[in-house]
């Protein structure tokens, strides 16, 4: 008899399937292996802790403020089904997704309440903090933590939700990480030649004029991709210094997180130590814009926040980037959301929405 090789070609990679023998399905860098019964795939996470994950997920509770713009980026925010105060507030979250103010945020004050988490049912919790994770083990929940502190880790950390995700998300992740690369490699390109480099204080917040961010942090690394260097030497993130370090270092540039820039210059203006400093005196204080999630650290719009950056500490140098172009174009492509040139500027004004 005459041996079909078509069918034992078949047969056999029905067997391989049914036995689990297939090749690892892996992100960009976080890895992701699919089960013997396709039910579940483990995926590794920030910590480098491998965990198991179903293969469909339907059910996030995201506990990670920041991580939930990385879902609303990845398409993934109708999976939602807990959150946290901080993001049922966001103005600019709220209002490209006004479904985000019915997600329970399993919360009180910042604790978490793990019985109205359970409730939920999440197929999946993402955290930045390893003991949410723990109290989510704890209470049977399959958890992963997500956290980052750099470029680097924030491309991972994106591939890693888009795996969990699934569906389009690892494509949408890939586009988005290309689209980060370019707007870096742009930036550098324009840069090229250009011998000054404008020191830069970035504070965290008008809460506290002394709570900066030093160096080896996210915002230290795209101080430096927009050309200039960190008017702080200290080493961390959300650091407190003396006023006097401040005066000291006296930066050409100050740009204060989580306010305007309206507020940001009155601000510092009404100091008696800080107004004497030279970016004050210049006029060259600005409020960091705020999108969906701030863009000085851990946000997405990191990809936007390099370029804005640039164009305030090298202004000849980029003197045809249209921010307010960028920023439309960017929530049209990631969030399906028109964005007028109203609502542009004073995201990049760091307004919240009127």
């Known amino acids: 008899m005459k041996f079909k090789w078509k069918r034992f070609a078949g047969l056999v990679l029905a067997g391989t399937l049914l036995t689990g023998v297939v090749a690892p399905v892996t992100g960009i860098t976080a890895p992701t292996t699919v089960s013997a019964a396709a039910k ?178 996210i915002v230290d690394e795209w101080i430096k991709m927009a050309g200039g260097k960190n008017a702080i030497t200290t080493t961390g993130n959300m650091i407190t210094v003396n006023a006097e370090d401040i005066v000291k270092a006296n930066p050409d540039v100050i740009i204060v997180g989580q306010t305007t820039t309206a507020n940001a210059r009155k601000l510092l203006k009404a100091d008696s130590t800080f107004s004497q400093l030279k970016a004050v005196k210049d006029n060259k204080v600005y409020g960091n814009p705020q999108g969906t999630f701030p863009w000085d650290r851990y946000s997405a719009e990191e990809a936007l926040q390099i370029l804005w950056a640039a164009q305030k500490l090298h202004p000849d140098q980029f003197k045809n980037l249209d921010m307010v172009k960028k920023t439309k174009s960017f929530y049209k492509t990631y969030y399906n959301y028109d964005l007028t040139t109203k609502q542009a500027k004073q995201i990049l004004a760091g307004e919240m929405p009127k």
Do not use: C
């Open 40 to 217: 579940t795939k483990t995926v590794t996470d920030m910590t480098g802790t491998k965990v198991k994950v179903p293969t469909k997920v339907t059910r996030v509770a995201d506990l990670w403020h920041a991580s939930n713009q990385v879902v609303l980026l990845l398409g993934g925010q109708k999976k939602l089904v807990a959150t946290t105060p901080m993001i049922k507030q966001e103005g600019w979250f709220k209002t490209v997704d006004p479904g985000i103010s019915k997600v329970t945020a399993p919360f009180s004050g910042q604790d978490i309440q793990i019985e109205s988490l359970v409730k939920t049912k999440p197929d999946v919790v993402i955290s930045s903090n390893p003991e949410q994770v723990k109290q989510a083990k704890q209470a049977n929940l399959t958890a992963v933590n997500a956290m980052f502190q750099d470029f680097a880790g924030m491309k991972k950390s994106i591939t890693l939700t888009a795996d969990i995700l699934g569906g389009d998300a690892p494509k949408i992740a890939k586009k988005y990480i290309k689209y980060l690369d370019g707007n870096i490699s742009y930036v550098k390109k324009q840069l090229k030649g250009v011998k000054t480099t404008p020191s830069v204080l970035h504070i965290t917040s008008p809460a506290d004029l002394t709570k900066v961010d030093g160096t080896k942090t």
